[in-house]
C-alpha cells in the first residue's frame, strides 16, 4: 500500500493541493454559488449536480454512491494507435491503475474557494489532463468544466474528444420512485451546442405538475467553435454490453447519430457531445469548455447567454478570476493571527462553512444526505451568528424576517421557503414541535444587541406565523384554510403584528407553563439529541429549563437598559398575554404543575385561531420583576 500523502497549503489563500486523491473513496469538495446551483465533485469527477431536491441535473448520490456509481463529468479522448483514455480515470484500465504499484498515471488535485482542479498525467502514453470546475460568482446555476489537453509526448497525437455526462433531470425521489416512467417524460432535443432536457412532467411528492425546469450540457472548443455531433441517449452511448466506463460511442470511435436541431423522447438522456478531430504537437494543448445549467424558468434563451458569457478560453478564465475574487473578498473577516500560519489559512475555510450551510441546507451533500432540503428553524439563526462576524450589514434584516415565522402559541414554522422570511404551512399536518427552537432567537439577537446597541430593534413590529397548528402543535385550528395565508389575523380579519420584544416574550412564556409532571419544561419534540426525542409525553429537560430561565434573567436586563437609555417605561403586549403574566393580575402556585398547564391551556383557548387585536400597556418595571 502506498505511503498516506497529506494535504498541504500552496499559497496564503487558502488554496492547497493533494498528491494522489482519487485513492481516498468518500473525498469531495463542494462547489456552489449563491444563485443556488449545488454540486459536489470528486477526484473522478464523481458527485452531483442540484438547486433543490426536485432538480438534480446529474444523478443524486450519497457517500456509498461516490465510488460505485458510473455515473460521473466524463470526458474522453481516443488517442490514435491506443485507444479511449478518460480525463477522470473513469475507463477500466485507468481504474485498475488504483492498486498498480508503478501506475503510469499520476493524480494531483488543487482547490481553492469555491475552483477545483485535477491533473492526470500518463507518462507511458505522454498525455497530460487538467480538468477545472467552477460556479461562476453570478445569478447563473451552472457549472463550468474547462478541460485542457496536452500532448506531453516528443510525436504529434491524433486525438477524438468526446464529453459525456449523463442528465438525470427530475427530483431526487424518483430513484426508486417512477424511474422509468419519469424517464419517459423526458424531452430530449439537441442545440448547436450540446443537449437539452425538459420533461414534460414533474413527477415527485408535490404531484403531477407540468415541468418548466430545463437541464443542459453545452460544449465548445477554446475558440468557441461548436461540436460536430452528439449521443443523446444513454442507451445509443454506451450501446449493448456498454457501460458508462466503457461506452461503445467512445470504445468504437463511432459517429454521433444526432445533430443540432434534432429530438427524441421519453430515454435516458446523457450530454454526450463529439468534438471534432485534433492533431497535437509535441507541448500543444487543446481546451474544451463544458457547460452543466439548470434553468428554473424554462427560458430557452439562457442556453445562448451562457455561450455567449463563458464559451471561449479568454472568457472562461474570466469567470474562474470573478469567481475567486468574489470569494475572497466574501471571507476576508474575521481574520485570524495565530502564530500558526497552517491555523490561520485554515481557519479561512472555517468561515466558509455558515456559507455553505446557508447555500446547502441540511440535505445536499454526500454525507448530509437526510431531509428534502432547505433550512430549519435552529438553522436561520445560527446562520445569523455567523454573519455577524463576517456580514453584519445585513443581519438586522434577516433577523427582523426571521421573526416572522413566531407563532403566537409561542411555537415557529418548520418548513422555510428560499426567500428571507418565508415560512410554509406543513403540507403533511405534521404535529410536531422541538422545545428548544423557542432559546435560540432571544440568543442571536441578545448578541446582535450586544455588538450594535440597537435596542430599537426590539420595538420594531413583526407578523406572527399562522397556519392549522395550534396549541404548540399539539391540537389543530379546524376553521384555518390554506386560503387565508400564513399570518396571524385579528378577528376583524386583519394581520397582526407585536414588537419583536413581544415575540421573544411569548417564545419563553409559553414553554415556562408547559412543564411535565416534575415541573420542568416538557421535551416535546427534541431532535437535537435523537437519543431522547421519542419521549414527547413524559419527556422534560432540565437542561433547556434552565436556559431559558437564564433568557429570561437576561431579557429583565435588556428591558431595564430599554428604559435607562429611551425612556420607555411602557411596552405594548397583545390584551390575551395577560394572562401569561400571571403574577401581575392573579398570581398562580408556580409548585403546581396542575395550575401551570391548566393557565396555559386557557391561553391557548383564547388564541386558537385569532386574537383580538387589542393591545395592554404593561409597565418594563413590574416585567422585568416578574
Not at 195 to 200: H, I, Q
Amino acid at each position: 500500500m502506498d505511503k498516506v500523502k497529506y494535504w498541504e497549503f500552496i499559497n496564503e489563500n487558502g488554496e492547497f493541493e493533494l498528491e494522489d486523491p482519487q485513492k481516498s473513496s468518500y473525498l469531495y469538495f463542494p462547489i456552489a454559488n449563491e444563485a443556488g446551483l449545488m454540486s459536489s465533485i470528486t477526484p473522478t469527477l464523481n458527485g452531483d449536480i442540484k438547486s433543490g431536491q426536485n432538480t438534480f441535473l446529474l444523478l443524486p448520490v450519497s457517500a456509498e454512491d461516490l465510488h460505485n456509481t458510473r455515473s460521473s463529468r466524463n470526458f474522453w479522448i481516443n488517442i490514435k494507435g491506443y485507444g479511449p483514455w478518460s480525463v477522470s480515470g473513469n475507463s477500466p484500465m485507468q481504474i485498475g491503475y488504483t492498486f498498480r504499484e508503478n501506475s503510469p498515471e499520476k493524480v494531483k488535485l488543487e482547490a481553492g474557494f469555491l475552483w477545483h482542479k485535477i491533473t492526470r498525467e500518463n507518462s507511458d502514453l505522454g498525455i497530460k489532463a487538467e480538468v477545472l470546475n467552477f460556479a461562476p460568482a453570478d445569478n447563473h446555476k451552472v457549472e463550468l468544466m474547462k478541460v485542457s489537453i496536452t500532448n506531453t509526448g516528443e510525436d504529434t497525437k491524433t486525438i477524438v474528444p468526446t464529453a459525456a455526462i449523463p442528465i438525470y433531470g427530475r427530483s431526487a425521489d424518483n430513484l426508486r420512485d417512477h424511474r422509468h416512467v419519469t424517464s419517459l417524460l423526458h424531452r430530449i432535443k439537441t442545440t448547436d451546442n450540446g443537449v437539452v432536457v425538459k420533461p414534460t412532467l414533474s413527477f415527485d411528492e408535490r404531484g403531477h405538475k407540468i415541468n418548466n425546469v430545463i437541464y443542459s450540457v453545452l460544449g465548445v472548443e477554446e475558440n468557441g467553435e461548436n461540436p460536430i455531433g452528439f449521443f443523446p441517449e444513454v442507451e445509443e452511448f454506451i450501446g449493448e454490453g456498454g457501460n458508462l466506463e466503457c461506452p461503445e460511442a467512445v470504445f468504437c470511435n463511432k459517429e454521433p447519430y444526432a445533430k443540432p436541431g434534432d429530438m427524441f423522447e421519453g430515454y435516458e438522456a446523457i450530454g454526450a457531445i463529439r468534438f471534432k478531430e485534433v492533431e497535437l504537437l509535441a507541448g500543444e494543448t487543446k481546451t474544451f469548455i463544458v457547460m452543466m445549467a439548470i434553468n428554473e424558468d424554462g427560458d430557452e434563451t439562457e442556453n445562448r447567454v451562457l455561450i455567449s458569457k463563458y464559451g471561449s478560453l479568454e472568457k472562461i478564465d474570466r469567470a474562474l478570476d470573478e469567481c475567486k475574487k468574489y470569494w475572497d473578498n466574501k471571507l476576508k473577516r474575521p481574520e485570524f493571527e495565530t502564530g500558526d500560519e497552517k491555523f490561520d489559512k485554515w481557519m479561512k475555510w472555517i468561515n466558509l462553512q455558515p456559507i455553505l450551510r446557508r447555500i446547502y441546507g441540511c440535505s445536499f451533500l454526500p454525507h448530509h444526505d437526510y431531509g428534502r432540503g432547505g433550512r430549519g428553524w435552529r438553522d436561520l439563526w445560527q446562520d445569523c451568528l455567523a454573519l455577524l462576524m463576517m456580514e453584519p450589514d445585513e443581519v438586522r434584516k434577516l433577523l427582523y424576517n426571521n421573526y416572522a415565522g413566531v407563532r403566537i402559541d409561542g411555537s415557529n414554522a418548520t418548513i422555510i421557503g428560499s426567500k428571507p422570511g418565508e415560512f410554509i404551512a406543513d403540507r403533511n399536518n405534521i404535529a410536531r414541535i422541538w422545545m428548544d427552537h423557542g432559546a435560540w432567537p432571544f440568543l442571536t439577537t441578545k448578541l446582535y444587541l450586544d455588538l450594535s446597541g440597537d435596542l430599537n430593534f426590539l420595538l420594531e413590529e413583526q407578523e406572527y406565523f399562522k397556519d392549522r397548528l395550534a396549541s404548540r402543535c399539539s391540537d389543530f385550528d379546524e376553521t384555518w384554510t390554506i386560503e387565508e395565508g400564513n399570518k396571524l389575523k385579528t378577528f376583524e380579519g386583519k394581520t397582526y403584528k407585536g414588537t419583536i420584544l413581544e415575540h421573544i416574550l411569548i417564545q419563553h412564556l409559553t414553554p415556562f407553563f408547559n412543564v411535565g409532571m416534575h415541573n420542568n419544561i416538557r421535551l416535546e419534540g427534541a431532535d437535537w439529541n435523537d437519543g431522547l426525542d421519542m419521549a414527547p409525553e413524559r419527556g422534560e429537560s432540565v437542561a433547556f429549563t434552565a436556559l431559558y430561565g437564564s433568557n429570561l434573567i437576561e431579557f429583565a436586563k435588556i428591558l431595564k437598559e430599554l428604559k435607562k437609555r429611551y425612556s420607555v417605561n411602557e411596552i405594548e403586549l397583545a390584551e390575551e398575554m395577560l394572562l401569561l403574566l400571571d403574577s401581575l393580575s392573579s398570581p398562580i402556585n408556580y409548585d403546581s404543575v396542575e395550575d401551570k398547564v391548566n393557565l396555559l391551556n386557557k391561553y391557548f383557548n383564547s388564541c386558537k385561531s385569532k386574537i383580538s387585536g387589542r393591545k395592554v400597556n404593561v409597565s418594563i418595571d413590574e416585567l422585568s420583576m416578574i
